[in-house]
């Protein structure tokens, strides 16, 4: 079976390369490292995504369909999955907590906002808060790390006060570079979902964008984005809690999916080379 490549594909590719490379010429990434990894993406989305149904998947194969020699193949497909398991468990730790907090009846106030809490002694404690939605993970630990990026502050009388409205990464960088790879991962997953005639229904994919807007109408945009995405990513974390069996064990159902929406905001001059 032959597989056309679209002629506009390679110009694609640049677009997407051209930001990920700035990332990676600033973190010290050479181009051989790069590479290294590339190979590793590429036998291992051959290895899961095209082999013969029926078949097990053959170094062969693998060989034919990414260009790689066998040897290649087999020296790669023996090499570690590259991981950062560290930080994507702080982060869902953060966001678990902070969604829970604002969105939970049992750690809200009588005006339906997040409630100033004690660390310990009762329901209505941090240190509920976290034994119900960040596992086994000490509660000292989560507060610390909540104080690290500012989402949260300790009043005088000891009560905690969430003062974040999402857990936004600061001080680590490595947890910023974990969110570069779930986000842009979960965006370009979307538009090779929507490529695919196979698979039906098409996922929601959209973009508004104007390219001669001046320097004042900036700053207004922005705080628009901020304030209208917010509400409108709370209403959706607020169903899928809901939902959820996680954080609703009340929730029945059959095998475990994940579903949500990315929102992203971009600006800069313009160029000839814009779309």
């Known amino acids: ?57 053959s170094v062969s194969r693998v060989a034919i369909i990414t260009g790689l020699s066998r040897k290649e193949v087999m020296r790669v497909r023996g090499l570690p999955r590259p991981t950062d398991q560290e930080s994507a468990e702080r982060y869902n730790r953060a966001v678990r907590v902070i969604t829970a907090w604002r969105q939970e009846p049992d750690f809200r106030d009588e005006h339906g906002k997040p ?13 509920e808060l976290v034994r119900r939605f960040s596992g086994d993970v000490p509660a000292r630990a989560v507060l610390d790390e909540l104080k690290r990026v500012d989402a949260v502050r300790e009043l005088e009388d000891g009560r905690i006060q969430l003062c974040a409205e999402a857990y936004v990464p600061r001080a680590l960088e490595s947890e910023k570079i974990h969110i570069l790879g779930t986000d842009v991962g979960y965006l370009i997953s979307t538009i090779d979902h929507n490529l695919r005639p196979d698979l039906e229904p098409p ?40 939902h959820d069996r996680d954080t609703n064990p009340a929730v029945t159902g059959t095998v475990r999916n994940r579903a949500g929406v990315g929102i992203y905001y971009f600006e800069g001059p313009h160029s000839e080379e814009d779309p």
């Open 1 to 57: 079976m032959s597989i056309r490549t679209p002629p506009n594909l390679p110009a694609a590719v640049i677009r997407i390369l051209k930001p990920l490379a700035s990332i990676l010429l600033r973190h010290g990434v050479s181009y051989m490292t790069f590479a290294e990894l590339a190979k590793w993406v590429y036998v291992d989305t051959a290895l899961r995504e095209f082999g013969i149904p029926g078949r097990k998947p």
């Open 115 to 127: 409630a100033l809490l004690p660390f310990s002694g009762g329901e209505k404690t941090f240190n």
């Open 203 to 242: 996922f929601f994919q959209r973009r508004v964008s104007y390219d001669n807007l001046p320097d004042q109408a900036l700053p207004k945009f922005r705080k628009r984005t901020v304030r209208k995405a917010q509400a409108l990513l709370e209403n959706m974390a607020a169903w899928l809690a809901k």
